[in-house]
Protein backbone atom coordinates (compact mmCIF):
# COMPACT_ATOMS: atom_id res chain seq x y z
CA UNK A 1 0.00 0.00 0.00
CA UNK A 2 1.35 3.46 -0.89
CA UNK A 3 2.33 5.34 1.97
CA UNK A 4 0.01 8.57 0.73
CA UNK A 5 -3.06 6.07 1.06
CA UNK A 6 -2.35 4.86 4.06
CA UNK A 7 -2.02 8.25 5.57
CA UNK A 8 -5.32 9.50 4.33
CA UNK A 9 -7.29 6.39 5.29
CA UNK A 10 -5.36 6.78 9.19
CA UNK A 11 -6.35 10.48 8.97
CA UNK A 12 -10.32 9.69 8.08
CA UNK A 13 -9.96 6.88 10.84
CA UNK A 14 -8.83 9.23 13.15
CA UNK A 15 -11.79 11.64 12.29
CA UNK A 16 -14.42 9.14 12.38
CA UNK A 17 -13.49 7.71 15.24
CA UNK A 18 -13.70 11.39 17.18
CA UNK A 19 -17.05 11.86 15.12
CA UNK A 20 -18.45 8.37 16.69
CA UNK A 21 -17.31 9.42 20.01
CA UNK A 22 -19.15 12.44 19.93
CA UNK A 23 -22.44 11.25 18.49
CA UNK A 24 -22.43 8.25 21.68
CA UNK A 25 -22.47 11.25 23.94
CA UNK A 26 -24.99 13.13 21.94
CA UNK A 27 -27.03 10.39 22.23
CA UNK A 28 -26.72 9.60 26.09
CA UNK A 29 -27.21 13.18 27.22
CA UNK A 30 -30.38 12.77 24.94
CA UNK A 31 -31.54 9.57 26.31
CA UNK A 32 -31.03 11.11 30.15
CA UNK A 33 -32.82 14.17 28.99
CA UNK A 34 -35.86 11.87 27.91
CA UNK A 35 -36.52 9.90 31.24
CA UNK A 36 -35.81 12.74 33.61
CA UNK A 37 -38.93 14.50 31.27
CA UNK A 38 -40.57 11.23 31.19
CA UNK A 39 -40.44 10.99 34.91
CA UNK A 40 -41.34 14.53 35.70
CA UNK A 41 -44.67 13.91 33.72
CA UNK A 42 -45.30 10.68 35.69
CA UNK A 43 -45.09 12.72 38.71
CA UNK A 44 -46.94 15.53 37.50
CA UNK A 45 -49.91 13.10 37.05
CA UNK A 46 -49.52 10.58 39.92
CA UNK A 47 -48.45 13.43 42.70
CA UNK A 48 -47.70 10.97 45.57
CA UNK A 49 -45.70 8.32 43.55
CA UNK A 50 -42.45 7.53 44.30
CA UNK A 51 -42.72 10.35 47.48
CA UNK A 52 -41.64 9.49 51.21
CA UNK A 53 -43.13 12.66 52.51
CA UNK A 54 -43.76 16.37 52.20
CA UNK A 55 -42.58 19.44 53.73
CA UNK A 56 -45.08 22.18 55.19
CA UNK A 57 -43.76 26.11 54.46
CA UNK A 58 -44.05 27.54 58.15
CA UNK A 59 -41.92 30.67 57.22
CA UNK A 60 -41.16 31.40 53.57
CA UNK A 61 -41.12 34.59 51.55
CA UNK A 62 -42.74 36.04 48.71
CA UNK A 63 -42.41 33.35 46.61
CA UNK A 64 -43.00 30.57 49.19
CA UNK A 65 -46.15 30.89 50.85
CA UNK A 66 -46.91 29.96 54.04
CA UNK A 67 -48.70 26.77 54.51
CA UNK A 68 -48.22 25.41 51.28
CA UNK A 69 -46.66 22.25 50.63
CA UNK A 70 -43.26 20.79 48.91
CA UNK A 71 -43.22 16.91 47.71
CA UNK A 72 -40.36 14.91 49.14
CA UNK A 73 -38.94 12.13 47.08
CA UNK A 74 -36.84 9.46 48.29
CA UNK A 75 -33.64 11.28 46.82
CA UNK A 76 -32.92 14.61 45.14
CA UNK A 77 -31.59 18.19 45.18
CA UNK A 78 -32.82 21.35 47.38
CA UNK A 79 -32.43 24.98 46.32
CA UNK A 80 -34.00 28.14 44.94
CA UNK A 81 -34.17 27.45 41.21
CA UNK A 82 -36.63 25.02 39.74
CA UNK A 83 -34.58 22.20 38.67
CA UNK A 84 -34.03 21.12 42.08
CA UNK A 85 -36.43 18.26 43.28
CA UNK A 86 -37.37 20.70 45.84
CA UNK A 87 -37.30 24.40 44.78
CA UNK A 88 -37.35 26.93 48.21
CA UNK A 89 -36.95 30.15 46.20
CA UNK A 90 -36.10 32.46 49.30
CA UNK A 91 -33.18 34.84 50.36
CA UNK A 92 -29.98 32.59 51.82
CA UNK A 93 -30.96 29.69 49.68
CA UNK A 94 -28.28 28.68 46.51
CA UNK A 95 -29.11 27.44 43.78
CA UNK A 96 -27.78 23.90 44.61
CA UNK A 97 -28.20 24.08 48.44
CA UNK A 98 -28.05 20.73 49.67
CA UNK A 99 -28.80 17.48 48.99
CA UNK A 100 -31.06 14.46 50.47
CA UNK A 101 -31.83 10.60 50.71
CA UNK A 102 -34.69 8.95 52.78
CA UNK A 103 -33.05 5.66 54.52
CA UNK A 104 -35.34 2.93 56.21
CA UNK A 105 -34.91 2.94 59.59
CA UNK A 106 -33.42 6.47 60.45
CA UNK A 107 -35.34 9.66 58.81
CA UNK A 108 -34.23 11.57 55.83
CA UNK A 109 -30.46 12.26 55.59
CA UNK A 110 -29.78 15.87 54.56
CA UNK A 111 -26.09 16.39 53.24
CA UNK A 112 -24.85 20.56 52.42
CA UNK A 113 -23.35 21.09 49.78
CA UNK A 114 -19.68 23.08 49.46
CA UNK A 115 -19.34 25.64 51.86
CA UNK A 116 -23.21 25.65 52.76
CA UNK A 117 -25.30 25.36 56.18
CA UNK A 118 -28.41 24.58 57.04
CA UNK A 119 -30.27 23.68 60.15
CA UNK A 120 -32.13 20.61 61.87
CA UNK A 121 -34.40 21.35 64.86
CA UNK A 122 -32.14 24.07 65.66
CA UNK A 123 -28.75 22.90 65.29
CA UNK A 124 -26.59 24.03 62.74
CA UNK A 125 -25.11 21.58 59.82
CA UNK A 126 -22.00 22.82 58.02
CA UNK A 127 -20.64 19.13 57.08
CA UNK A 128 -22.03 15.90 55.05
CA UNK A 129 -21.09 14.01 58.48
CA UNK A 130 -22.93 16.12 60.45
CA UNK A 131 -26.18 15.54 57.82
CA UNK A 132 -25.71 11.74 58.65
CA UNK A 133 -25.64 11.86 62.31
CA UNK A 134 -29.27 13.92 62.37
CA UNK A 135 -31.45 12.34 60.39
CA UNK A 136 -34.71 14.02 60.08
CA UNK A 137 -37.79 12.20 61.74
CA UNK A 138 -41.54 12.80 61.36
CA UNK A 139 -42.11 16.64 62.28
CA UNK A 140 -38.68 18.00 62.20
CA UNK A 141 -37.74 21.38 61.32
CA UNK A 142 -35.53 22.26 58.51
CA UNK A 143 -33.95 25.72 58.48
CA UNK A 144 -32.38 26.37 55.34
CA UNK A 145 -31.98 30.50 54.44
CA UNK A 146 -35.28 32.46 55.81
CA UNK A 147 -37.35 29.71 55.70
CA UNK A 148 -38.52 27.02 57.86
CA UNK A 149 -40.08 23.44 56.72
CA UNK A 150 -41.66 21.39 59.01
CA UNK A 151 -41.47 17.39 57.43
CA UNK A 152 -44.17 15.06 57.58
CA UNK A 153 -43.34 11.52 56.17
CA UNK A 154 -46.03 9.05 54.56
CA UNK A 155 -44.01 6.13 55.06
CA UNK A 156 -43.45 4.45 58.34
CA UNK A 157 -40.16 4.70 60.08
CA UNK A 158 -39.14 1.27 62.55
CA UNK A 159 -37.55 2.95 65.58
CA UNK A 160 -36.55 0.49 68.69
CA UNK A 161 -37.28 1.68 71.94
CA UNK A 162 -38.52 0.66 75.21
CA UNK A 163 -42.31 0.35 75.22
CA UNK A 164 -44.55 2.34 77.38
CA UNK A 165 -45.29 1.69 81.09
CA UNK A 166 -48.78 0.56 81.78
CA UNK A 167 -50.75 2.62 84.35
CA UNK A 168 -51.79 1.22 87.75
CA UNK A 169 -55.13 1.34 87.46
CA UNK A 170 -55.51 -0.73 84.16
CA UNK A 171 -52.89 -2.99 85.79
CA UNK A 172 -54.66 -3.76 88.69
CA UNK A 173 -58.03 -4.23 86.60
CA UNK A 174 -56.27 -6.97 84.30
CA UNK A 175 -56.37 -10.47 85.98
CA UNK A 176 -53.13 -12.53 86.33
CA UNK A 177 -52.90 -14.84 83.35
CA UNK A 178 -49.57 -17.17 82.61
CA UNK A 179 -48.62 -17.39 79.33
CA UNK A 180 -49.61 -19.67 77.20
CA UNK A 181 -53.01 -20.03 79.40
CA UNK A 182 -56.57 -18.66 77.99
CA UNK A 183 -58.79 -17.37 80.82
CA UNK A 184 -61.28 -19.61 82.37
CA UNK A 185 -65.03 -19.34 81.11
CA UNK A 186 -67.86 -20.37 83.22
CA UNK A 187 -69.36 -23.67 81.26
CA UNK A 188 -72.39 -23.09 79.74
CA UNK A 189 -75.44 -24.17 81.33
CA UNK A 190 -79.44 -24.59 80.10
CA UNK A 191 -81.69 -21.78 81.36
CA UNK A 192 -84.39 -23.24 82.98
CA UNK A 193 -87.73 -22.75 81.86
CA UNK A 194 -89.48 -19.98 83.52
CA UNK A 195 -92.84 -21.49 85.59
CA UNK A 196 -96.00 -20.32 84.65
CA UNK A 197 -98.51 -18.70 87.40
CA UNK A 198 -101.15 -21.31 87.76
CA UNK A 199 -105.05 -20.78 86.21
CA UNK A 200 -107.74 -20.73 89.08
CA UNK A 201 -109.65 -23.45 88.11
CA UNK A 202 -113.02 -22.24 86.71
CA UNK A 203 -116.23 -22.56 88.91
CA UNK A 204 -119.74 -22.46 88.37
CA UNK A 205 -121.49 -19.75 88.79
CA UNK A 206 -124.38 -20.33 91.92
CA UNK A 207 -127.54 -19.06 91.62
CA UNK A 208 -129.02 -16.39 93.54
CA UNK A 209 -130.62 -17.61 96.86
CA UNK A 210 -129.10 -21.41 96.84
CA UNK A 211 -126.80 -22.21 99.70
CA UNK A 212 -123.46 -22.33 99.03
CA UNK A 213 -122.24 -26.47 98.87
CA UNK A 214 -125.26 -27.56 97.59
CA UNK A 215 -124.81 -30.63 95.06
CA UNK A 216 -126.22 -30.17 91.82
CA UNK A 217 -128.64 -33.20 92.61
CA UNK A 218 -130.34 -31.53 95.39
CA UNK A 219 -130.93 -28.54 93.80
CA UNK A 220 -134.98 -28.29 93.46
CA UNK A 221 -136.12 -27.44 90.70
CA UNK A 222 -138.69 -25.21 90.24
CA UNK A 223 -142.04 -26.59 88.31
CA UNK A 224 -144.52 -24.52 86.02
CA UNK A 225 -147.77 -24.59 87.65
CA UNK A 226 -150.68 -23.98 85.37
CA UNK A 227 -153.44 -21.84 86.17
CA UNK A 228 -156.32 -23.34 87.59
CA UNK A 229 -159.24 -23.40 84.85
CA UNK A 230 -162.53 -21.81 85.46
CA UNK A 231 -165.87 -24.11 84.95
CA UNK A 232 -168.42 -22.97 83.16
CA UNK A 233 -171.63 -23.55 84.69
CA UNK A 234 -174.30 -24.46 82.55
CA UNK A 235 -177.28 -22.48 83.02
CA UNK A 236 -180.71 -24.48 82.67
CA UNK A 237 -182.99 -23.21 80.26
Do not use: C
Not at 122 to 133: D, F, I, L, W
Not at 213 to 223: A, C, D, K, V
Amino acid sequence: MPEETFETLSLLARYWFTLLGVMIVLRTFRWLLKEHREKQRRLRSLPDAGMVGEFLVLQGGEHLEVNSVLPVSWEGTLGSIRSNDIPVPVPGVRRHHLDFHFEEGQGLIAEPRWRRVFGVDGREVSTPAQGRSLPMKNGSLLQVGEATLQLRIFVGLEVEGEPLPMPEQASEQLPEQTSGQLPEEPLWQEEEPEQLPEEPQWQEEQAPGLPAGLPEEEIPQETETEPPRRRRRRTEG
